[in-house]
């Protein structure tokens, strides 16, 4: 009986979630927008959903979080998945609570046994990607990284805040998996940190949602709008619509010098430092008019672009990109990189380098990269890292050019996506043993020699000396 109430109460829930989805669909103005889900296990902590169709604001995504952060509980774990749709889910979720073969057991059994849920079908990309600072000023903690395996190892104290992020892969565009098997590996990496919180008794809000849509909705005019997730910023600026209004657009990049024609060029959605645990969000003082580019110079071979930002960790903070140009004669052309990056705080140390590995591009381009961090793949800390450790710095969705500037626009990019996937090299592997064994039986079957000795069975017997 008790499993049957069960079943009924998650059918009801999941049916109400995707009732709200349909109903709260997204308006006509096209809009970078994905969806969220959050639960608790304190009760009461949101009211039922109103009807209307807007797109949740950052502003209004604070509000209606706020609850939650202020009287839920002190563990917050944020999961944050490359690409999601609310098609995704009518598309691949149990849409009655008992399709065998959906796609989010996990996440549907969260919901369903949750105290308090909130489902919220559109929500601004924006706000999405300023959700970690958010959540961090509200808690006053830093963001973890964890994952199923990680999260045993830790002993979360339930009177202390703490923000889990768990991050997620794509759910399209894989050669190797569907989306739907993309998202059911997704679904079982969210089991794996769910069920650590359940044995632990850890009380806990979730909040499910991603950086990037996976369906993006037409152009009014009828174009396809360009993935988020590919698109530069020469293919037409990204509205928002808001609280019964459509929002500017981006704003425009960071350029140096200020007068005259552009040299260097800079934007990102988001530019966040981090300094011995505090966590500042510089997107808005960047792209704002809020930074000084004092010291920033430009050279043919060499430019270097300095961000000089007024108290921020109690002094002043200088970041420093550096890039670099030089002529590859095998290739034929000449390739600009990302060289080194520099962080410094005026009377708080010596300066930090991270040297710049891989992500070049040919100088008639920029360099764009949905996630650059430092330390990080791309940035590398010395070694030992020293005052580095004390540092981290990530852009989203960051886009450079230093060359061949023209207009002052970009004139496009090169992704930063390396060619040597790890599928790549295990193709590589794979096929090179099995050309060595093809080659290592070819080889023994050329060096066999037939008997010279034999005996012949209509002649004469073949006589052999005892001796031999």
Same mark, same amino acid.
């Given at each position: 009986?008790?499993?049957?109430?069960?079943?009924?109460?998650?059918?009801?829930?999941?049916?109400?979630?995707?009732?709200?989805?349909?109903?709260?669909?997204?308006?006509?103005?096209?809009?970078?927008?994905?969806?969220?889900?959050?639960?608790?296990?304190?009760?009461? %902590?949101?009211?039922?959903? *109103? !009807?209307?169709?807007?797109? $949740?604001?950052? =502003? /209004? #995504? &604070?509000? +209606?979080?706020?609850?939650?952060?202020?009287?839920?509980?002190?563990?917050?774990?944020?999961?944050?998945?490359?690409?999601?749709?609310?098609?995704?889910?009518?598309?691949?979720?149990?849409?009655?609570?008992?399709?065998?073969?959906?796609?989010?057991?996990?996440?549907?059994?969260?919901?369903?046994?949750?105290?308090?849920?909130?489902?919220?079908?559109?929500?601004?990309?924006?706000?999405?990607?300023?959700?970690?600072?958010? %959540?961090?000023?509200?808690? *006053? !903690?830093?963001?973890?990284? $964890?994952?199923? =395996? /990680? #999260? &045993?190892? +830790?002993?979360?104290?339930?009177?202390?805040?703490?923000?889990?992020?768990?991050?997620?892969?794509?759910?399209?565009?894989?050669?190797?998996?569907?989306?739907?098997?993309?998202?059911?590996?997704?679904?079982?990496?969210?089991?794996?940190?769910?069920?650590?919180?359940?044995?632990?008794?850890?009380?806990?809000?979730?909040?499910?949602?991603?950086?990037?849509?996976?369906?993006?909705?037409?152009?009014?005019?009828?174009?396809? %709008?360009?993935?988020?997730?590919? !698109?530069?910023?020469?293919?037409?600026?990204?509205?928002?619509?808001?609280?019964?209004?459509?929002?500017?657009?981006?704003?425009?990049?960071?350029?140096?010098?200020?007068?005259?024609?552009?040299?260097?060029?800079?934007?990102?959605?988001?530019?966040?430092?981090?300094?011995?645990?505090?966590?500042?969000?510089?997107?808005?003082?960047?792209?704002?008019?809020?930074?000084?580019?004092?010291?920033?110079?430009?050279?043919?071979?060499?430019?270097?672009?300095?961000?000089?930002?007024?108290?921020?960790?109690?002094?002043?903070?200088?970041?420093?990109?550096?890039?670099?140009?030089?002529?590859?004669?095998?290739?034929?052309?000449?390739?600009?990189?990302?060289?080194?990056?520099?962080?410094?705080?005026?009377?708080?140390?010596?300066?930090?380098?991270?040297?710049?590995?891989?992500?070049?591009?040919?100088?008639?381009?920029?360099?764009?990269?949905?996630?650059?961090?430092?330390?990080?793949?791309?940035?590398?800390?010395?070694?030992?890292?020293?005052?580095?450790?004390?540092?981290?710095?990530?852009?989203?969705?960051?886009?450079?050019?230093?060359?061949?500037?023209?207009?002052?626009?970009?004139?496009?990019?090169?992704?930063?996506?390396?060619?040597?996937?790890?599928?790549?090299?295990?193709?590589?592997?794979?096929?090179?043993?099995?050309?060595?064994?093809?080659?290592?039986?070819?080889?023994?079957?050329?060096?066999?020699?037939?008997?010279?000795?034999?005996?012949?069975?209509?002649?004469?017997?073949?006589?052999?000396?005892?001796?031999?």
């Amino acid at each position: 009986m008790a499993a049957a109430l069960e079943a009924a109460l998650r059918a009801r829930v999941w049916l109400w979630a995707w009732a709200v989805g349909l109903s709260l669909g997204p308006g006509p103005v096209r809009t970078a927008q994905v969806p969220l889900l959050a639960w608790s296990t304190h009760r009461a %902590l949101w009211p039922p959903p *109103g !009807a209307g169709g807007r797109v $949740v604001t950052e =502003a /209004a #995504l &604070r509000e +209606l979080l706020s609850p939650a952060l202020e009287r839920g509980p002190r563990t917050v774990l944020l999961v944050l998945q490359d690409k999601l749709s609310i098609e995704d889910f009518t598309a691949y979720g149990g849409v009655y609570g008992n399709k065998p073969d959906s796609a989010f057991p996990n996440l549907e059994g969260a919901l369903g046994a949750a105290g308090s849920a909130l489902v919220l079908p559109a929500v601004a990309g924006g706000a999405v990607g300023a959700l970690p600072h958010t %959540l961090s000023q509200a808690l *006053g !903690a830093a963001p973890l990284r $964890v994952d199923g =395996a /990680a #999260l &045993r190892l +830790l002993r979360l104290n339930t009177s202390l805040p703490a923000l889990l992020l768990l991050r997620l892969p794509h759910t399209a565009g894989s050669s190797f998996m569907a989306p739907k098997e993309v998202l059911t590996s997704n679904d079982e990496m969210l089991g794996q940190v769910l069920s650590v919180l359940k044995e632990e008794d850890v009380p806990y809000t979730a909040l499910f949602t991603a950086l990037q849509p996976s369906h993006v909705p037409p152009v009014a005019g009828g174009a396809p %709008l360009q993935p988020h997730g590919r !698109a530069l910023l020469g293919a037409g600026p990204e509205e928002e619509q808001g609280a019964g209004r459509v929002l500017a657009p981006p704003p425009a990049p960071l350029r140096w010098p200020e007068g005259g024609p552009a040299r260097i060029l800079l934007w990102a959605r988001n530019l966040s430092v981090t300094y011995r645990g505090q966590l500042q969000d510089l997107s808005s003082r960047t792209f704002g008019g809020g930074v000084e580019l004092g010291g920033s110079s430009w050279e043919p071979e060499h430019a270097r672009l300095v961000l000089k930002y007024d108290d921020v960790f109690g002094g002043t903070l200088n970041i420093t990109f550096v890039l670099r140009r030089s002529w590859f004669p095998v290739s034929g052309r000449s390739w600009a990189w990302l060289a080194e990056v520099w962080l410094s705080l005026v009377g708080g140390g010596p300066p930090v380098r991270f040297m710049g590995r891989g992500g070049a591009a040919p100088t008639p381009l920029g360099w764009r990269c949905g996630e650059l961090g430092a330390p990080g793949p791309f940035l590398l800390p010395p070694d030992p890292p020293g005052p580095a450790s004390d540092w981290s710095l990530r852009l989203l969705d960051v886009q450079v050019q230093a060359f061949n500037v023209s207009g002052g626009v970009f004139g496009g990019a090169s992704d930063c996506a390396a060619f040597f996937t790890p599928g790549t090299w295990m193709g590589l592997v794979t096929g090179a043993l099995l050309l060595g064994g093809l080659c290592y039986g070819g080889a023994l079957l050329l060096h066999l020699r037939p008997m010279d000795r034999f005996d012949d069975p209509r002649g004469p017997p073949l006589p052999v000396p005892s001796m031999e």
